[in-house]
């Protein structure tokens, strides 16, 4: 065994997203290009000796490969101790619940998320740092600095070992790094049993209480098995598509209700289910779903928070709220009844970390199917799985009955995220130039049946460290508080991704039985208005409606 030294040279375009690396397989499969990006990582870093790093991913196509190659990198760069999941396999919530119960430097995350997998779709990688949450920018940046420069790419290291046995759980050896594989899903299990109320949960089983949990053939499986059917005590089958598979079975592991149709028919008509819900490609995401119900991730963050102290983990109450801009404004509602600050910050989960580190949030939430709170650094999707059963079973009440009577307290926010995939991605860029060129003669103006009340592009200065994240979406925002949102995606791998997100506020419980697309199809045609989207893109309908 001996450490090698690889020339190798920059690739273009190595620039971590809303969420890390994010590129077809094909190009991670290019000699050199993994490498390089682990190199990177490894040098922005720097001294690793006695460092432990966590290592796994969703199972995805190329999960394993990339898991042997990057072992061999870490212990040609001195790292002293390497956690891997078995089989390769860690969730995202799963890395940072490891990351922090056993002090570890940090982790690397493999996945790709809600993209496709499989040879012809997506990888991904990212780093995650000692509080358990994904790389701030000045890391990400440092790292991407590092891929670009001919000096620091001018060669990688790398062992010359043989593959490391991933299947069985214990102690290795690497060169001088000790490899450990651990039980992906044991200290995660542990964690929720800490913070619900498996006694209630299991008893509302017990009770006869359905349910149906999909996962989507992605890394939550193992998770929702061990959890629900295993300490739970729900039935065998529970889970639906709960064993990982390189291609997820060829779904777009995506927990919406476009993507996850097998689970939403499944939960309309005689029959169905008590209670649905299913995760994405790393287990982060979650959908809500009660009978002919599927819960906003917008809503579900509000009612989480405004009925938080039914969980033990959180009878303490919680310290403040945190939602991406994009995100509905039902949690502020909540965190003024509570008395809480709010905080609205950029997309991505890497912004909520100070926040939490600071002691100033306990839960965070994003549209896209993200919820999560500082028991880790990632939103997790099981995790909010979890929360609703112990509000379920908590109050003797449904899903239904729950938002409901949240909207009866609350209102309702009606909200829709409107996505145009794969556009051409100049099309796309230069109608987002011209919306911020528009931006400073709109305040003012009527549109349809609102008035323009402030329209700018989103700045966010972290309270914490000061650091400015700049360019974070359009917005439009009417007096009445209705929004519409402009941004491009940073997690597409194919042209560009236009998200148009469209929110209307409506107070009134007399008219919260409207079908959403029909409440914000006046915000939809002024948006369509405003940016050309139609006319510029070509493109008539959204791709995907959530
Ligand atoms: C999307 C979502 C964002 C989320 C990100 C990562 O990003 O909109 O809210 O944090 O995915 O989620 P973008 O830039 O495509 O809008 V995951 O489950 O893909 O790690
Ligand atoms: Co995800």
């Known amino acids: 065994m001996t450490i090698q030294t690889v020339a190798t040279k920059p690739f273009a375009g190595q620039r971590p997203g809303t969420s890390g690396l994010r590129k077809k397989v094909t190009e991670f499969q290019q000699p050199g290009y993994l490498e390089n990006f682990v190199e990177a990582i490894f040098q922005t870093l720097g001294d690793l000796s006695g460092r432990t790093l966590v290592l796994g991913g969703d199972g995805r196509f190329f999960n394993r490969s990339a898991i042997q190659t990057i072992l061999r990198m870490a212990a040609a760069h001195g790292v002293a101790r390497m956690l891997v999941g078995r089989g390769g396999i860690l969730s995202t919530p799963a890395v940072s619940c490891v990351i922090r119960k056993r002090a570890a430097f940090g982790g690397i995350v493999l996945s790709a998320s809600h993209n496709p997998g499989g040879p012809d779709g997506d990888f991904g990688i990212k780093y995650n740092i000692d509080n358990g949450g994904p790389a701030p920018e000045k890391i990400t940046e440092a790292i991407f600095a590092n891929t670009q420069s001919a000096q620091a790419m001018s060669s990688y290291r790398i062992s010359d070992a043989p593959p490391v046995d991933l299947d069985t759980i214990g102690m290795s050896t690497l060169e001088h790094m000790q490899v450990e594989v651990i039980d992906p899903v044991a200290d995660y299990a542990e964690l929720m049993g800490r913070l619900f109320d498996f006694d209630a949960i299991r008893a509302l089983f017990a009770r006869g209480f359905t349910m149906k949990f999909d996962g989507m053939s992605a890394v939550s499986g193992p998770y929702a098995k061990a959890i629900l059917e295993g300490m739970l005590g729900a039935p065998a089958g529970t889970v ?189 860029d230069t109608m987002m130039a011209a919306l911020r ?32 994240a700049s360019r974070q979406g359009v917005r439009i925002i009417m007096t009445d508080g209705s929004r519409i949102v402009f941004r491009l995606s940073g997690t597409g791998t194919e042209g560009a991704t236009v998200r148009v997100y469209l929110e ?14 029909q409440a914000l199809s006046g915000l939809a045609a002024i948006a369509d208005d405003v940016s050309g989207l139609r006319q510029r893109t070509g493109r008539q309908t959204p791709s995907v409606v959530t």
């Open 240 to 428: 639906m598509n709960g064993e990982p598979l390189e291609d997820f079975g060829g779904h777009h592991p995506d927990p919406n209700p476009v993507n996850a149709a097998e689970l939403i028919a499944l939960m309309s008509g005689a029959g169905a289910p008590d209670f649905g819900a299913a995760s994405d490609g790393d287990a982060d995401r979650n959908m809500i779903v009660g009978r002919s119900i599927a819960v906003t991730p917008s809503d579900s963050l509000a009612i989480i928070a405004a009925n938080a102290t039914l969980a033990p983990g959180y009878a303490g109450g919680i310290k403040g709220i945190a939602r991406s801009m994009p995100t509905s404004g039902a949690a502020d509602r909540v965190a003024k009844a509570l008395d809480i600050p709010c905080f609205e910050t950029p997309t991505g989960w890497k912004y909520f970390g100070n926040l939490m580190d600071a002691g100033l949030v306990t839960l965070c939430g994003e549209e896209s199917y993200g919820t999560g709170s500082d028991h880790v650094r990632e939103k997790d999707g099981l995790w909010a799985v979890l929360f609703w059963l112990n509000m379920l079973a908590a109050t003797g009440k449904s899903v239904e009955q729950l938002v409901g009577e949240h909207w009866a307290r609350f209102g309702r926010n009606y909200y829709s995220r409107h996505d145009y995939e794969a556009v051409d991605a100049a099309a796309a």
């Open 504 to 517: 209307r506020y409506e107070a009134d419980p007399a008219r919260h039985a409207q079908d959403t697309q």
């Open 437 to 468: 060129e528009k931006l400073p003669t709109l305040a003012g103006q009527v549109l349809g049946e609102f008035r323009v009340a402030q329209a700018d592009d989103f700045v966010y200065t972290d309270p914490v460290d000061g650091s400015v």
